[in-house]
């Protein structure tokens, strides 16, 4: 008696709670991101486009808090360790650099120069002296003015070793070595400045290279570049409170749950042609995880009208907000984020096995796995669309199902075992699943091995791992070829850890070619990187292309202005306002 | 007494070293290297080596956890990347958190203090208060209905209830806020509604078994001779009931209270991952995951001194409770 | 006895899976991704995507069919209790027997033992062997058969599962050992087997039939929170736990996902809850109901 009602109970709370929400009926509907959308993007030319201030946002009044709700803290905003996308894209709120993009969201990218007057003075037109000339009237938050000094010292702290985490390349090219803390030490040294790098006067900053460096104006576009004030330096501790130059102060920090941005009134707009500084506040919410954030904004309650998910909207809920009145606040976008399949060509030596596998892949179900068009879209080219000059070819078409036929021709009766190394995480070994079963039908035999996730991309990058094949995943820091492909696929430069050359290729005929092409002039390089795109992937086939992320967010009714960036692909903040 | 308490916590003390020293070796045996997170992108073998070194990872073991344990009690120099002078007690620094392993708690601990007590006051009054009551009431309809109550609350699964409940309450409803944590002292009216689901979900499952101990507590101590002679002297039912019973069956409900409590207090992780809360049980599993040995020690060893001393009062709670007891 | 039946019909059904499988049609590992939108990857149709072919619908994101995975991971999880439950049982039987019944030093060192089991935190300790003490047996291009994954897990609520019946086992044991008869059986010379035979285990066997049965639905339940925490069975082996997990994202996009596990899962451990409890009933002399 008791436990017919005990069941009974359990029973009717469970359907009950199913039943609250609505059954509806699931349709197919079709995809609205732009797969055809090329980024196009110069170097500016013309001294006017550097200058302050930036157009108005049509509509956009000063005032309100924006708020950005996200799962985890942001790992740095030490401007000189950031190099995540979220501290990417937070640091210009507080962080001005030599150069910087004037982005319209839509693909169309100008570099233009941010606290320099130009993108840079290439100085014998070799490549090798670059000099900037600073603005005037550019202000830290306390008021004291931004000389050459700063920024100076603000690459040279890039040195220290205890200060990791940013980008290298400005450091590696100074001292034209991979160990550039070695070459010259930060800590002994804090008065002086590193080797190439000198300040002619408190306008000008020059920086002297062993070999040519053409993407400089490019590299100084990342937060590295941030000024810094010696006596500011507080170490280790300047991650958590930053020091700014740009037209917001960090005011409070709780780290892991609240950071709050406030105007910086000592920022002048006519200096900057990027930004504007439309909201009094600007806060960053931590701690709910995806679905939280994405249900917060999609409830667009009174204090979650004015906030962004910065965790975008998962797969699991997507079909709650497609179409309708949601789509004036959503922001979908293609990225540069590109994923493919690595194949270790030091283990899979024979060409028809890469060819092979190139045809067998199942794009659509692998993205069907990920959670579906606004997760991922296919790509089989190893530039994703959004680098400059990108020609789309497929070298091995399968159509979006894969060509098992056409895979099984090529391994002519060979069943070849394969590992496949994927995270511990749940996407991981679901990934896992959906290529083991996919391939197999081909004839493949795939072991899936597990790695714990935080060490997947440290394990995968040793020369000497144990696996074939995995998905590696890249999204340049700039959108030109010369930082993919060279990068990706020159042998010269493996070494027993670390590599980005996963694939492990080292090809002379091939390397010479990426010699011949970084000599070039920056815009005359953009069409020779498409063609070398596809005679990789014609010729050696060192990886499977699988398919570029998608962003796609959700923000509440009263914010505006937000767009995806067109270099990191996600939400940037340089136009963000709040609506009455 | 006194004596009695001296054993104990030198037991306590003893437990609590063979906890800390079994996960450090449990660490370093593992196939694992404690710096892959520490050096991200751009990382080679000569700075992994490095920051090795300043790790003292290359000391022998058991120097390593000898100057672990020198700096909880008297602080430690740790290098320049990790902040230099680390007070006592001094529990590492986080690579992975960039601080402090002792401000990390500083951060966290409330949290999971302020998701636990509240629930185990909730659980512990409606448990206790549900199981007696039907045990006085025994047969009837209420009788029935909370053992199936009881029943269906300890074959509910957590994070079964936790979605369910912010699905009806927080996005159907939209009467309560996302979960989250607000310190009881900046707002005490946030504090509470930014958990109250967390302490319902958690009083459902808790309470459900103390209603059923609590029942058969209560049923065998009024079966026993002492309560019937209580009654026939013409004692008020109240008195019997509440005075008599009631302590009587009260201690084993103590006992396992306290290390239910103590046990929450170490590992709310499915509570915290249901609700989006970073407490102590959050912060565990993450450094696990990164590989984090400093915070992964400290939340170890406070996790055992939570249920050591949950153990040591329970025991004294027992003794005052019962007389029977003796302490030995 | 409806728990009983309840419980005979889901073990009959794990244990006979292939079979099941063979009569349904369909495997756990098949995947029908066709049947998904391109939108999300949840199931077209209505409810999850049930149709006559598929019982409970289809997962989102793999397109597998849940009834055969639910089957399956039904067997899965009733195995790993099981073993779990008799060896944590066997341990602390014997544990408490020889700390109750031998006391003294050696009950003050199992008692120390229990302690500093009962102190280890067990989740965090799972979290750090499970996934990695794979690597210690296999190589790194070596399939990890399915059932080093079962041991492993079962191991893990080995160590930390006998202290509770240790600790009750000894109870009853010290409460035993002051009682005449067993005093009577020691002064007559009966050595201690002979005494833990006749004496203790026939007084013991009820209380320890009790806990094992209610032992079970807590290594259901808690094999299915390793799962929801990523450190149970991993993929493609089907478990309860996992299938929970993925399904709370899903709730309000395809609750149909999510039901099934959920009510399967509250099944079971209902059924052994109230199995254990009326065993309970049954045995003790002490209740008169």
Redesign the interface.
């Given at each position: 008696m008791h436990s017919r009602r005990a069941i009974a109970a359990g029973g009717v709370l469970i359907i009950l709670s199913a039943g609250l929400v609505a059954c509806n009926k699931t349709t197919d509907e079709g995809s609205k991101v732009d797969t055809n959308r090329v980024t196009t993007g110069v170097i500016a030319t013309d001294p006017k486009d550097s200058r302050g201030p930036a157009p108005e946002v049509p509509g956009a009044k000063k005032g309100g808090t924006f708020t950005i709700i996200r799962q985890t803290k942001i790992s740095h905003m030490d401007p000189q360790r950031v190099y995540s996308f979220a501290g990417l894209m937070n640091a210009p709120l507080y962080a001005r650099t030599l150069t910087y993009w004037k982005d319209d969201g839509k693909g169309h990218l100008t570099l233009v120069g941010d606290l320099a007057e130009t993108p840079g003075k290439n100085v014998n037109n070799d490549c090798k002296v670059w000099e900037y000339k600073l603005k005037s009237g550019l202000k830290f938050e306390d008021g004291r003015p931004i000389t050459s000094k700063e920024v100076a010292y603000g690459i040279a702290r890039s040195f220290d070793p205890d200060l990791t985490g940013g980008p290298t390349y400005v450091q590696e090219w100074l001292a034209d070595n991979a160990q550039y803390d070695q070459v010259w030490e930060f800590k002994t040294n804090k008065t002086a400045l590193p080797p190439g790098l000198s300040t002619p006067d408190t306008s000008t900053i020059k920086f002297e290279f062993a070999k040519a460096r053409c993407d400089l104006p490019f590299a100084l576009s990342l937060p590295a570049s941030a000024p810094l004030p010696s006596d500011k330096d507080t170490g280790v501790n300047l991650d958590n409170q930053p020091f700014s130059s740009g037209p917001y102060k960090i005011t409070k920090h709780q780290v892991g749950v609240e950071l709050v941005l406030e105007r910086n009134t000592n920022w002048d707009p006519a200096t900057d042609p990027i930004r504007h500084q439309y909201p009094d506040k600007i806060v960053w919410t931590f701690g709910p995880n995806a679905e939280q954030g994405a249900n917060r904004v999609i409830a667009d309650s009174a204090a979650d009208q004015t906030a962004l998910a910065w965790n975008g909207v998962p797969a699991s809920l997507v079909a709650k907000v497609v179409g309708g009145s949601y789509t004036s606040r959503t922001l979908n976008a293609p990225t540069p984020s590109a994923n493919r399949l690595t194949i270790n060509t030091q283990r899979v030596k024979d060409l028809a096995v890469r060819q092979a596998l190139n045809y067998a892949i199942d794009r659509e179900g692998l993205i069907k796995t990920l959670g579906g068009a606004t997760v991922a879209v296919p790509m089989t080219t190893l530039m994703p669309p959004s680098t400059l000059g990108f020609q789309s070819h497929d070298a091995y078409p399968a159509g979006p199902n894969g060509n098992i036929d056409q895979a099984k021709k090529l391994l002519a009766g060979k069943t070849p075992e394969l590992v496949l190394a994927v995270s511990d995480n749940t996407a991981g070994t679901e990934t896992g699943t959906q290529l083991k079963n996919n391939l197999e039908k081909a004839g493949f035999k795939i072991t899936v091995k597990t790695i714990p996730t935080d060490a997947k991309l440290d394990e995968t990058k040793k020369r000497d791992n144990p696996w074939d094949i995995w998905i590696d995943n890249w999204a340049a820091d700039w959108p030109s070829g010369a930082s993919i492909l060279p990068v990706l696929f020159d042998g010269r430069g493996i070494k027993a850890e670390g590599n980005s050359n996963t694939a492990f290729i080292n090809d002379d005929a091939l390397n010479q070619e990426f010699d011949r092409v970084l000599a070039m002039d920056p815009s005359a390089q953009a069409p020779e990187w498409a063609k070398l795109d596809k005679r990789i992937m014609t010729d050696l086939a060192p990886a499977v292309p699988l398919y570029v992320d998608v962003a796609y967010f959700l923000h509440g009714s009263k914010v505006g202005g937000l767009y995806v960036s067109s270099v990191f692909g996600y939400p940037a903040f340089t136009d963000v306002h709040v609506k009455a | 007494m006194f004596r009695y308490l001296v054993k104990r916590l030198l037991s306590a003390a003893l437990t609590l070293i063979a906890v800390s020293v079994v996960s450090f070796l449990m660490f370093f045996a593992l196939p694992r290297d404690p710096v892959t997170g520490m050096c991200p992108k751009n990382c080679n073998a000569e700075r992994l080596e490095r920051v090795r070194q300043e790790l003292g990872l290359n000391d022998p073991k058991h120097e390593q956890y000898l100057g672990y344990l020198k700096g909880i009690f008297t602080g430690r120099d740790l290098g320049s990347s990790q902040g230099g002078r680390c007070d006592a007690p001094c529990l590492g620094y986080s690579y992975v958190n960039s601080e402090a392993v002792t401000d990390t708690f500083g951060r966290v601990l409330p949290v999971t203090l302020s998701v636990v007590i509240p629930a185990a006051v909730l659980w512990l009054l409606l448990g206790v208060g549900l199981g007696v009551v039907s045990a006085l009431r025994r047969g009837t309809m209420l009788d029935g209905l909370s053992i199936g109550f009881s029943l269906t609350g300890a074959s509910m699964q957590l994070y079964f209830v936790g979605a369910v409940l912010q699905i009806v309450f927080i996005y159907n409803l939209k009467i309560l806020p996302v979960p989250h944590y607000t310190p009881l002292l900046e707002n005490p009216v946030d504090w509470a509604l930014g958990l109250v689901l967390a302490w319902w979900a958690l009083a459902f499952l808790f309470s459900a078994i103390y209603a059923r101990l609590s029942r058969a507590q209560m049923l065998e101590t009024l079966s026993e001779d002492f309560i019937r002679t209580a009654r026939a002297q013409g004692q008020p039912k109240s008195k019997v009931y509440g005075r008599h019973a009631l302590r009587a069956a009260i201690t084993p409900i103590v006992t396992i209270a306290g290390l239910d409590v103590g046990g929450a207090l170490g590992g709310t992780v499915i509570t915290e991952t249901t609700f989006g809360i970073q407490g102590l049980g959050r912060t565990a599993v993450d450094a696990v995951r990164a590989g984090d040995l400093p915070t992964i020690m400290a939340t170890v060893l406070i996790s055992a001194a939570f249920i050591v001393v949950a153990n040591i009062v329970v025991d004294l709670l027992y003794a005052s409770i019962d007389p029977r007891v003796r302490l030995r | 006895m409806?728990?009983g039946i309840t419980l005979i019909v889901l073990m009959a059904v794990a244990l006979a899976a292939p079979l099941v499988e063979a009569m349904y049609g369909i495997g756990p590992?098949e995947?029908f991704?066709y049947k998904?939108?391109?939108?999300?990857?949840?199931?077209?149709?209505?409810?999850g995507g049930i149709s006559g072919e598929h019982w409970f619908g289809l997962e989102?994101?793999?397109?597998r069919d849940i009834f055969i995975r639910l089957v399956y991971g039904m067997r899965t999880s009733l195995f790993i209790a099981l073993a779990a439950a008799v060896i944590t049982t066997v341990i602390g039987v014997v544990a408490g027997t020889v700390a109750g019944y031998v006391g003294g030093k050696v009950d003050a060192v199992i008692s120390?033992i229990i302690?500093?089991a009962?102190?280890?935190?067990?989740?965090?300790?799972a979290?750090?062997?499970v996934?990695?003490?794979a690597?210690?047996f296999y190589?790194?291009?070596?399939?990890i058969p399915g059932w080093f994954r079962v041991t492993v897990l079962i191991g893990v609520f080995a160590v930390f599962g006998w202290t509770g019946t240790a600790r009750l086992v000894r109870g009853q044991v010290l409460s035993l050992r002051e009682r005449e008869f067993v005093e009577a059986a020691r002064a007559s010379g009966a050595r201690l087997g002979h005494i833990v035979r006749h004496e203790l285990l026939p007084n013991l066997w009820a209380p320890i039939l009790v806990t094992f049965s209610l032992a079970v639905?807590s290594y259901v339940?808690g094999e299915?929170?390793l799962s929801?925490?990523?450190i149970g069975m991993?993929?493609?082996t089907p478990d309860f736990g996992a299938m929970?997990?993925?399904s709370?994202?899903?709730?309000?996009?395809?609750?149909?996902y999510?039901?099934f596990p959920?009510?399967t899962?509250?099944?079971l451990?209902?059924a052994y809850?109230?199995f254990g409890?009326r065993l309970r009933d049954a045995l003790d002399p002490?209740?008169?109901r």
């Amino acid at each position: 008696m008791h436990s017919r009602r005990a069941i009974a109970a359990g029973g009717v709370l469970i359907i009950l709670s199913a039943g609250l929400v609505a059954c509806n009926k699931t349709t197919d509907e079709g995809s609205k991101v732009d797969t055809n959308r090329v980024t196009t993007g110069v170097i500016a030319t013309d001294p006017k486009d550097s200058r302050g201030p930036a157009p108005e946002v049509p509509g956009a009044k000063k005032g309100g808090t924006f708020t950005i709700i996200r799962q985890t803290k942001i790992s740095h905003m030490d401007p000189q360790r950031v190099y995540s996308f979220a501290g990417l894209m937070n640091a210009p709120l507080y962080a001005r650099t030599l150069t910087y993009w004037k982005d319209d969201g839509k693909g169309h990218l100008t570099l233009v120069g941010d606290l320099a007057e130009t993108p840079g003075k290439n100085v014998n037109n070799d490549c090798k002296v670059w000099e900037y000339k600073l603005k005037s009237g550019l202000k830290f938050e306390d008021g004291r003015p931004i000389t050459s000094k700063e920024v100076a010292y603000g690459i040279a702290r890039s040195f220290d070793p205890d200060l990791t985490g940013g980008p290298t390349y400005v450091q590696e090219w100074l001292a034209d070595n991979a160990q550039y803390d070695q070459v010259w030490e930060f800590k002994t040294n804090k008065t002086a400045l590193p080797p190439g790098l000198s300040t002619p006067d408190t306008s000008t900053i020059k920086f002297e290279f062993a070999k040519a460096r053409c993407d400089l104006p490019f590299a100084l576009s990342l937060p590295a570049s941030a000024p810094l004030p010696s006596d500011k330096d507080t170490g280790v501790n300047l991650d958590n409170q930053p020091f700014s130059s740009g037209p917001y102060k960090i005011t409070k920090h709780q780290v892991g749950v609240e950071l709050v941005l406030e105007r910086n009134t000592n920022w002048d707009p006519a200096t900057d042609p990027i930004r504007h500084q439309y909201p009094d506040k600007i806060v960053w919410t931590f701690g709910p995880n995806a679905e939280q954030g994405a249900n917060r904004v999609i409830a667009d309650s009174a204090a979650d009208q004015t906030a962004l998910a910065w965790n975008g909207v998962p797969a699991s809920l997507v079909a709650k907000v497609v179409g309708g009145s949601y789509t004036s606040r959503t922001l979908n976008a293609p990225t540069p984020s590109a994923n493919r399949l690595t194949i270790n060509t030091q283990r899979v030596k024979d060409l028809a096995v890469r060819q092979a596998l190139n045809y067998a892949i199942d794009r659509e179900g692998l993205i069907k796995t990920l959670g579906g068009a606004t997760v991922a879209v296919p790509m089989t080219t190893l530039m994703p669309p959004s680098t400059l000059g990108f020609q789309s070819h497929d070298a091995y078409p399968a159509g979006p199902n894969g060509n098992i036929d056409q895979a099984k021709k090529l391994l002519a009766g060979k069943t070849p075992e394969l590992v496949l190394a994927v995270s511990d995480n749940t996407a991981g070994t679901e990934t896992g699943t959906q290529l083991k079963n996919n391939l197999e039908k081909a004839g493949f035999k795939i072991t899936v091995k597990t790695i714990p996730t935080d060490a997947k991309l440290d394990e995968t990058k040793k020369r000497d791992n144990p696996w074939d094949i995995w998905i590696d995943n890249w999204a340049a820091d700039w959108p030109s070829g010369a930082s993919i492909l060279p990068v990706l696929f020159d042998g010269r430069g493996i070494k027993a850890e670390g590599n980005s050359n996963t694939a492990f290729i080292n090809d002379d005929a091939l390397n010479q070619e990426f010699d011949r092409v970084l000599a070039m002039d920056p815009s005359a390089q953009a069409p020779e990187w498409a063609k070398l795109d596809k005679r990789i992937m014609t010729d050696l086939a060192p990886a499977v292309p699988l398919y570029v992320d998608v962003a796609y967010f959700l923000h509440g009714s009263k914010v505006g202005g937000l767009y995806v960036s067109s270099v990191f692909g996600y939400p940037a903040f340089t136009d963000v306002h709040v609506k009455a | 007494m006194f004596r009695y308490l001296v054993k104990r916590l030198l037991s306590a003390a003893l437990t609590l070293i063979a906890v800390s020293v079994v996960s450090f070796l449990m660490f370093f045996a593992l196939p694992r290297d404690p710096v892959t997170g520490m050096c991200p992108k751009n990382c080679n073998a000569e700075r992994l080596e490095r920051v090795r070194q300043e790790l003292g990872l290359n000391d022998p073991k058991h120097e390593q956890y000898l100057g672990y344990l020198k700096g909880i009690f008297t602080g430690r120099d740790l290098g320049s990347s990790q902040g230099g002078r680390c007070d006592a007690p001094c529990l590492g620094y986080s690579y992975v958190n960039s601080e402090a392993v002792t401000d990390t708690f500083g951060r966290v601990l409330p949290v999971t203090l302020s998701v636990v007590i509240p629930a185990a006051v909730l659980w512990l009054l409606l448990g206790v208060g549900l199981g007696v009551v039907s045990a006085l009431r025994r047969g009837t309809m209420l009788d029935g209905l909370s053992i199936g109550f009881s029943l269906t609350g300890a074959s509910m699964q957590l994070y079964f209830v936790g979605a369910v409940l912010q699905i009806v309450f927080i996005y159907n409803l939209k009467i309560l806020p996302v979960p989250h944590y607000t310190p009881l002292l900046e707002n005490p009216v946030d504090w509470a509604l930014g958990l109250v689901l967390a302490w319902w979900a958690l009083a459902f499952l808790f309470s459900a078994i103390y209603a059923r101990l609590s029942r058969a507590q209560m049923l065998e101590t009024l079966s026993e001779d002492f309560i019937r002679t209580a009654r026939a002297q013409g004692q008020p039912k109240s008195k019997v009931y509440g005075r008599h019973a009631l302590r009587a069956a009260i201690t084993p409900i103590v006992t396992i209270a306290g290390l239910d409590v103590g046990g929450a207090l170490g590992g709310t992780v499915i509570t915290e991952t249901t609700f989006g809360i970073q407490g102590l049980g959050r912060t565990a599993v993450d450094a696990v995951r990164a590989g984090d040995l400093p915070t992964i020690m400290a939340t170890v060893l406070i996790s055992a001194a939570f249920i050591v001393v949950a153990n040591i009062v329970v025991d004294l709670l027992y003794a005052s409770i019962d007389p029977r007891v003796r302490l030995r | 006895m409806a728990s009983g039946i309840t419980l005979i019909v889901l073990m009959a059904v794990a244990l006979a899976a292939p079979l099941v499988e063979a009569m349904y049609g369909i495997g756990p590992h098949e995947q029908f991704q066709y049947k998904l939108s391109s939108l999300g990857g949840i199931p077209l149709g209505y409810l999850g995507g049930i149709s006559g072919e598929h019982w409970f619908g289809l997962e989102p994101g793999l397109g597998r069919d849940i009834f055969i995975r639910l089957v399956y991971g039904m067997r899965t999880s009733l195995f790993i209790a099981l073993a779990a439950a008799v060896i944590t049982t066997v341990i602390g039987v014997v544990a408490g027997t020889v700390a109750g019944y031998v006391g003294g030093k050696v009950d003050a060192v199992i008692s120390w033992i229990i302690d500093f089991a009962l102190a280890m935190p067990f989740l965090i300790v799972a979290l750090a062997v499970v996934p990695t003490i794979a690597l210690r047996f296999y190589g790194p291009r070596e399939e990890i058969p399915g059932w080093f994954r079962v041991t492993v897990l079962i191991g893990v609520f080995a160590v930390f599962g006998w202290t509770g019946t240790a600790r009750l086992v000894r109870g009853q044991v010290l409460s035993l050992r002051e009682r005449e008869f067993v005093e009577a059986a020691r002064a007559s010379g009966a050595r201690l087997g002979h005494i833990v035979r006749h004496e203790l285990l026939p007084n013991l066997w009820a209380p320890i039939l009790v806990t094992f049965s209610l032992a079970v639905p807590s290594y259901v339940t808690g094999e299915a929170a390793l799962s929801f925490l990523g450190i149970g069975m991993v993929e493609p082996t089907p478990d309860f736990g996992a299938m929970i997990f993925r399904s709370l994202s899903y709730l309000e996009t395809d609750p149909a996902y999510m039901v099934f596990p959920g009510v399967t899962i509250f099944v079971l451990v209902l059924a052994y809850n109230l199995f254990g409890d009326r065993l309970r009933d049954a045995l003790d002399p002490k209740s008169k109901r």
